[in-house]
């Protein structure tokens, strides 16, 4: 069993920076990888970004890329998402999930943990 709990979330002017913590606890947070997606209202969930048991491989999606950057610390068991140069368009409930086969997909169905979300808005 896994357990995440996302934090950080709030509302942010457009151009500004927050940065999502992802806590987990359960089983060794060091052997999954980890996600983040994000779903705004009426839209389905989407990829933001992915990072592997280890933090030596990272993905993107296109959207966020050279704005937002995912790390992890293993021993604090916490993963992280840091946003930079949000812009209206990143508003949404920001989730962290566990990925425990893979080295971190971009397809939501391959993850087996949620977290709760944490909601994310910017103003333009």
């Known amino acids: 069993q896994v357990q995440l709990v996302e934090s950080g979330g709030g509302l942010v002017q457009a151009g500004g920076s927050l940065r999502l913590s992802c806590a987990a606890s359960?089983?060794?947070?060091?052997?999954?990888?980890m996600g983040w997606f994000r779903q705004a209202p009426g839209k389905e969930r989407e990829f933001v970004a992915a990072?592997?048991?280890?933090?030596?491989?990272?993905t993107y999606a296109a959207s966020v890329k050279g704005r937002f950057t995912i790390s992890r610390d293993n021993a604090k068991n916490t993963g992280y998402l840091q946003m930079n140069s949000l812009k209206p368009e990143d508003t949404a409930v920001y989730y962290c999930?566990?990925?425990?086969?893979?080295?971190?997909?971009?397809?939501?169905?391959?993850?087996?943990?949620w977290g709760q979300g944490t909601q994310v808005t910017v103003s333009s």
């Open positions: 990072i592997n048991r280890n933090g030596g491989s990272v």
């Open positions: 999930a566990a990925d425990l086969l893979r080295s971190g997909a971009q397809n939501a169905q391959h993850y087996n943990y």
């Open positions: 359960g089983r060794t947070f060091s052997a999954y990888a």
